[in-house]
């Protein structure tokens, strides 16, 4: 079971890019990194998934190294509006959820 | 667009009672999840099911049951509601990855249920 580690919480500006940073030592070689961002009140929505280098959407970027065992979610650009939880995870939901794991997330604020 | 819809925005039961959250989603799913959400813990897993009538316990099942009679509905059943049940519930669904190996499935989640139990 690959487990994550990222950063509580992120304070930002309003028109700067934030990196959220994650890490998953233990990422197995089928493994794909996921993204998922939570406004309050609503379920999670997906924002991008990649499997290794970059990874890019109208979102957002995901920037994985070589190894595998970190990644970066870049957001360009925020706005008041990207203030959310950001959770990263790691694992082959194929294997139906047992090893899907959202631990509590970055929860990013985006101040004016 | 997917819509994976909740019946319940808010709900407040007692203790004791027997408490239904339904789920429906209209993309044809196979793949349907239940979790629940706490300050401080994420998203735990709580039952999920990968076909009609199928259904696989996740890491927390206990004081829970699930049914799913038709693929696009998915219940959650609290047999005798409790105080440490009060939580936000959330439905998913999903389909298959693609590609080799296969891509992760995409959750598409609900908007969530918040039970209260007094």
């Known amino acids: 079971l690959a487990k994550t580690t990222q950063p509580i919480s992120m304070d930002s500006y309003e028109g700067q890019e934030v990196n959220i940073t994650c890490s998953h030592n233990?990422?197995?070689?089928?493994?794909?990194i996921t993204w998922y961002q939570q406004f309050p009140s609503q379920g999670p929505r997906f924002i991008i998934q990649g499997y290794k280098t970059k990874v890019t959407n109208e979102v957002a970027s995901l920037f994985i190294p070589a190894d595998r065992k970190s990644s970066t979610l870049s957001l360009p650009r925020v706005s008041l509006s990207d203030t959310a939880v950001y959770y990263c995870l790691v694992g082959a939901l194929y294997n139906y959820g047992q090893n899907f794991v959202f631990g509590p997330g970055t929860r990013l604020s985006v101040l004016p | 667009d997917v819509k994976v819809t909740q019946s319940s925005r808010y709900l407040v039961k007692r203790t004791g009672e027997k408490v239904f959250l339904e789920c429906v989603q209209d993309m044809d799913h196979e793949n349907m999840f239940w979790y629940r959400q706490d300050p401080g813990l994420g998203l735990r897993l709580i039952y999920f099911s990968y076909d009609v009538k199928m259904k696989e316990k996740g890491d927390i099942p206990e004081g829970y049951s699930v049914s799913r009679e038709k693929k696009e509905r998915f219940s959650l059943i609290l047999e005798s509601a409790s105080t440490n049940q009060t939580s936000m519930y959330l439905c998913a669904s999903s389909f298959p990855g693609q590609g080799s190996p296969p891509t992760n499935e995409k959750l598409f989640f609900g908007s969530g249920t918040q039970l209260s139990v007094l």
């Open positions: 233990n990422i197995a070689t089928n493994d794909y």
